[in-house]
């Protein structure tokens, strides 16, 4: 289960707001049995390893990229030919938005589909239940799109922190950093590390922190597909052909 602070973290709106700042992925995930990305500085080799390791996809995700979802994915209704006509109809620009906000109960789309098909005069029923999962399935591609960015860019960023980190774990003495990388020790403690030594170990945990944080942000592409689809046969099952 995500962490509802991470999702506020990301602060998503479906209209393409910013994306992430910071179920498995193939990067390392530094649990408690782990690997350090640092290692001590007499195995260099290793410390190369790490850094190798996270840098090599720039989708960290078990769940496979997919850059835009189509709507033979999810929809088995009337072929999706016109992309862009709703953007003209306010009624369907203000309910798509409102059914793909994750925000919104599975109970409340339901409710918001059948109240918006019960409207609909019978001779543009279907037509209009059709352009309204367009207007769904635009809105949540570009959801998955700024997500995804989000999520590379943290990626990156992990990259290069761990390329700084792994420079800064080679300036310390061998006996430094294996104190540093001792979560048993207290940073900061007078007399028993240096300074270097507490900036390492400060960085190295938060470091370490940040990249526990990537498989909860790679569930959410899988939650995004996963509420199209909801709403899609939802639509679906308000059309009379």
Known sequence: ???????????????????????????????????????????????????????????????????????????????????TSWHSDDAIRKLSQY????????????AAIKKYAASLPADQHDAKLTELFSAVLTRTNEDRKTVMHGIEKMHKQQVERSKEIEKEALALQPEEQAEAENSSQEAGVAGKESDAETKYKWELRAFQEKQANIPLACEVPQLIDERA?????????????
């Open 229 to 241: 689809g909801d709403i899609a046969r939802t639509i679906r099952a308000e059309m009379k052909s």
């Open 99 to 110: 059914l793909i906000s994750r925000r919104v109960k599975p109970e409340e789309v339901e």
């Open 1 to 83: 289960m995500i962490d509802v602070s991470l999702i506020r973290r990301f602060g998503w709106s479906i209209a393409g707001a910013a994306a992430l700042a910071t179920v498995v992925c193939s990067a390392p995930s530094f649990g408690q049995d782990a690997e350090p990305a640092v290692q001590a500085p007499s195995s260099a080799p290793d410390t190369q390893s790490a850094v190798q390791a996270v840098q090599k996809d720039e989708w960290p995700c078990v769940y496979r990229k997919v850059p835009e979802l189509s709507a033979a994915t999810i929809w088995d209704g009337p072929p999706i030919t016109d992309t």
